[in-house]
């Protein structure tokens, strides 16, 4: 997918972007390219590659949340890595009030370079652990309308690290691909204890590739119970069950 047919079938779906918002995704490109020498990023390099598995792979869950098209937004992005979901999206839909968490300072620093070489506002970067981030004296803690995560853990740990900082009314948005289904129903028992409810799953195929990707989408009915987030490290090596 070059630049060209990244911006027509996003135009497909009714998202229109501008020549400005072009120049960004292509900067974005090259600020990743570039960094990428230096701080491990991604494996993913080619240009058409990137514009379809990480920017296009980013926006597709504002098609399963429209909300995120429109709506001035609080959004968390937790392990955000170089930047995805969230930044594709505040590119998109500048009215997102985005804050990135990540546990590894280089990759903050890289973001606080692209955001900066962006011209992007209302972005927060902060460097620690999911975790600590929202634990229960955080002031971070459920106040977020909207919680995402791509390619971080499975769900059942995932859960723990991200509807925590959800408010309840909000809702946990979790990027998945084929093993959506399974890790969905290993994670039952997590999502409830920890305040969700699943909503739905909205299937979608990347364009040329027809590679599965499906949005997980996770209401906060509830407040977390004070216990969880347990310690660091904890949740990957004891899931709620």
Not at 77 to 89: C, K, M, T, V, W
Not at 224 to 231: D, E
């Amino acid at each position: 997918m070059n630049p060209e047919q990244f911006q027509q079938r996003l135009a497909d779906h009714g998202i229109k972007l501008t020549t400005a918002q072009m120049e960004q995704f292509a900067k974005y490109y090259q600020l990743l390219i570039t960094a990428n020498h230096h701080v491990n990023l991604t494996r993913i390099t080619d240009e058409k590659e990137v514009y379809l598995k990480h920017f296009y792979d980013s926006i597709i869950g504002a098609l399963a949340e429209p909300r995120l098209q429109t709506a001035a937004l609080t959004l968390c992005d937790i392990g955000a890595g170089a930047g995805f979901p969230s930044l594709p999206l505040k590119i998109a839909f500048p009215q997102l009030k985005v804050t990135i968490v990540d546990s590894l300072n280089k990759r903050i620093k890289f973001l606080e370079e692209l955001v900066d070489q962006l011209g992007l506002t209302a972005v927060r970067l902060i460097h620690d652990r999911a975790e600590n981030f929202s634990a229960k004296k955080s002031s971070h803690r459920e106040v977020f309308d909207v919680v995402t995560a791509r390619a971080v853990a499975r769900l059942s740990v995932l859960s723990e690290l991200c509807l925590p900082a959800v408010k309840v009314g909000g809702e946990f948005i979790a990027y998945k691909a084929l093993a959506a289904p399974t890790e969905l129903a290993q994670a039952q028992v997590a999502i409830q204890k920890l305040g969700g409810q699943v909503r739905q799953t909205v299937k979608l195929l990347l364009p040329k590739i027809n590679e599965e990707r499906n949005i997980i989408m996770i209401d906060k009915i509830a407040p977390t119970p004070a216990r969880y987030p347990r310690r660091p490290g904890v949740p990957n090596k004891k899931p709620i069950q």
